[in-house]
């Protein structure tokens, strides 16, 4: 094994102690060497011999929590020789726990144990460590506890006894990055974090905008690992973003550094180092290394104790010492360009003497809000609860999440079906049964039907009690009262018993049941969601039986798009599914809110009473739909799911029977693809998945 190949082994080894103080000259050295065994992680510091005049017992005891081991050539280091430059001069009584535990139970019982012990300063160095002090500090209010947050008070951890210290790294990143534009010849700078933390995102973003003022054409390519301890990861994520063109890296996080620098080293490019001098992880790859001076800031933290000036937030920028970039004069991987390294030079001035600023950006920009694709909506039927699930995501915004802006138009029993409005170009995105949707498709209209609000078909037939209808077999030789679309699907229920289409008188009718309660017509199409009920409110005796129980299986007010609209804007039309299943399922969480902003208005519908409704047994209906959109499919593919066998297969059939002709393949009129983007990962329910 080379020394090189063995340096960078020893480096993957750093966070399980492997590398401690190897005397192999090869190893990367350690500034101050880690203790024997870490199985008793807490080591005292020996107190400072009493000259007499008290001043030992006017020192500051502190103690800190380090995650990592003491030699570990970034994080914990860093921290550790600050505080040890302290103690040498006499200023602190030290405690430490190297490799201290990340779990909030184990934290708080190391923490806890110092805070009885009467320690009047307690540092968790990490910003793991906010949640623990957050829930300490109230117990031990005589106790100082500080973590490493850089949020300056909005991340929730705060108190009087409690300081929230300022990593200032976006500063030296800020700079990295300019000497990062002058090196980097494809323009693509890498990044990984251990989590997207403002420290580390302000870092990030730092590094960009330096480079940017050397070439404003660079571009970032980031990973947030999810991990503070796993180098491997690191590793994986830079050679990722190696492969798509970045040639230049920079890390937040010492696991984050130690795997980037390794695979850096491998292929010859070019990295920063992390918080130390990490110049021996990468020999002639480390441009320089971000070294954090946190002696700097834990001398602020003793003053305050002191001095009785304890703040709540402390950050201390590099013109107060808190960071230095420091230069590796062995760094041969690629050239700086001369002008990057003027600029360098002019902005390191600015930021000592205060005439420069680094932005500090803590969390992700706003990504720019894209223009709304609109999306024409054309509904089957007035305003009613078979809507309801499209008023409550237009009232919730859901629409709006999805960059989609739907504009809907109401449909009615004296308005053209949707499949012709479709047709005609007037509209992207219908709804309506199978059989209307086919017969056009059979005429040359390109359909593509992407899910079904009902699992069973909602048509029936109403009848009077007195003289009911069962069977399609009683149908024929009756006045029946129907829609011109309602007799495509009427037919259809014929043929499939063996029945001649048209054997039965059509009468025109409306939505209204009455020409039923009248005696007017022996039968009526119904929607069975609704007719029974208003036939029951009136106080008619009847009876009203599904197309189903008369033996058609058929899913009923399918959604469909044209497939031009499909194509051409299928992103619209997924984020429209997604937004009307949620909708949906809001609804149903909800049905009375539903149908209070069904009746009084949502943004892009209007409301239900602008066209006469009545709200008082608006509930009802949406109650008697429930049973007709749920299934044992909806159990566990969610709402508005199909299944492409049974459409393909025994719907189909019935479409045959109707003399659709030519009858389309269901193949290319079904599209199932839309459902599964619009669901992703998050059937049954996208509400759930999105918490």
Known sequence: MSKRVAALACVLGLLAGACGSDSDESAAPAATAAPATTAAPTTAAPAAADDGGG???????????????????????????????????????????????????????VMSGFANDGVDLIIGHSFDYGAPIHELAPEFPDTKFAWQGSCGGWCGVEGPNIVDYAMNMYEPAYLAGILAGGISQTGVLGTNSGYDIPACRASVEAFLLGAQEVNPAVTRLDAFLGSWIDAALAKEATAAQADQGADVFMACGNAGSFGMLAEVAERGLSGFGYVYDESALAPGNVVASMWSKFGVNVRKMVEGIENGTWEEYLTTPMSGGAFELLMHSDFNAAEISADAMALYETRLAGIMDGTFEVPFIGAAPEPEAAEATQVRVRLNWIADPGFAGLYMADELGYFADEGVEPIFEFGGPNVPHPVQILAGGAADIGFGGLAMIADSASQGEEFVVFGTRLQQGI???????????YTAEEL?????GATPGDIVQLDALLVINGLEPGCYEMVPVGWDPSPVA??????????????????????????????????????????????????????????????????????????????????????????????????????????????????????????????????????????????????????????????????????????????
């Open 459 to 469: 048509l029936g037939i109403s009848s009077l009690a007195e003289s009911p209808i």
């Open 476 to 480: 024929c030789g009756k006045k029946i």
């Open 518 to 691: 009248e005696g007017l017509v022996d039968g009526m199409v119904n929607y069975m969601n609704s007719h029974p009920v208003v036939l029951d409110g009136m106080g008619i005796d009847n009876v009203a039986v599904s197309y189903a129980d008369m033996g058609m299986p058929m899913y009923h007010d399918l959604a469909f798009a044209t497939k031009e609209f499909a194509e051409n804007h299928r992103d619209a039309l997924v984020g429209f599914t997604r937004a009307m299943v949620k909708g949906w399922e809001a609804a149903f969480a909800d049905p009375e809110t539903a149908m209070d902003v069904m009746y009084n208005g949502s943004p892009n519908l209007g409301g239900g009473v602008d066209v006469g409704m009545d709200i008082s047994y608006q509930i009802y209906i949406h109650y008697a739909q429930v049973p007709l959109m749920e299934s044992s499919l909806t159990e566990t593919d969610g709402l508005f799911s199909m299944s492409y066998d049974e459409m393909a297969g025994a719907m189909w059939d019935v479409l045959a029977l109707t003399g659709i002709d030519p009858l389309p393949e269901a193949a290319d009129v079904i599209d199932m693809s839309i459902l599964d983007d619009a669901f992703g990962d998050c059937r049954p329910s996208i509400l759930a998945c999105d918490g």
């Open 55 to 109: 001043a030992a017992d006017a020192k500051v005891s502190v103690a800190i929590l380090l995650p990592c081991a003491i030699n570990d050539l970034s994080w914990c280091q860093a921290a550790y020789e600050g505080v040890k430059e302290l103690e040498a001069e006499g200023l602190i009584d030290l405690q430490f726990v190297e490799n201290a535990p990340f779990d909030a139970q184990g934290a708080t019982r």
